[in-house]
């Protein structure tokens, strides 16, 4: 049986990842957990309940990272071929998830699926 796989949204302009980019940023006990949950929705094939996890909007879910005072959002979605593709991340700061972040999210989704040979 296959198991799911995690991919990270790469930018199609530039080739950045900016999730890895913020990952990489964060402390070991923050990158620890991040990491963990990531590794979480891979083992529950991308859809975990909440407070793990929480519908956005469409097919983007967020992945919700609470560790102490950082509360970390990661956009991702579900895709054939069991992939779970992560489109963005924010450490949310308010207790409405900004629209902006929504927005960047819909657009890095819409990167995806105009260029799926990146993800295969």
Same mark, same amino acid.
Do not use: C, Q, W
């Given at each position: 049986?296959?198991?799911? &796989? !995690?991919?990270? =949204?790469? #930018?199609? $302009?530039?080739?950045? /990842?900016?999730? @890895?980019?913020?990952?990489d940023?964060?402390? %070991?006990?923050?990158?620890? &957990? !991040?990491?963990? =949950?990531? #590794?979480? $929705?891979?083992?529950? /094939?991308?859809? @975990?309940d909440?407070?793990?996890?929480?519908? %956005?909007?469409?097919?983007?879910?967020?992945?919700?990272?609470?560790?102490?005072?950082?509360?970390?959002?990661?956009?991702?979605?579900?895709?054939?071929?069991k992939? %779970?593709?992560l489109?963005?991340?924010?450490?949310?700061?308010?207790?409405k998830?900004?629209?902006?972040?929504?927005?960047?999210a819909?657009?890095?989704?819409?990167?995806?699926?105009?260029?799926l040979?990146?993800?295969?």
């Amino acid at each position: 049986m296959l198991e799911y &796989k !995690v991919k990270f =949204y790469r #930018d199609s $302009l530039n080739g950045k /990842e900016p999730i @890895l980019e913020y990952i990489d940023k964060l402390d %070991i006990k923050n990158k620890a &957990k !991040v990491l963990k =949950y990531i #590794d979480f $929705l891979r083992e529950h /094939e991308g859809y @975990l309940d909440e407070p793990y996890s929480k519908h %956005i909007t469409g097919k983007i879910r967020e992945l919700r990272v609470d560790f102490a005072r950082n509360r970390h959002r990661i956009f991702y979605f579900t895709f054939v071929g069991k992939k %779970i593709i992560l489109l963005h991340v924010f450490l949310k700061k308010t207790n409405k998830t900004p629209l902006s972040e929504i927005k960047k999210a819909t657009e890095n989704y819409k990167d995806v699926i105009n260029n799926l040979n990146l993800y295969e």
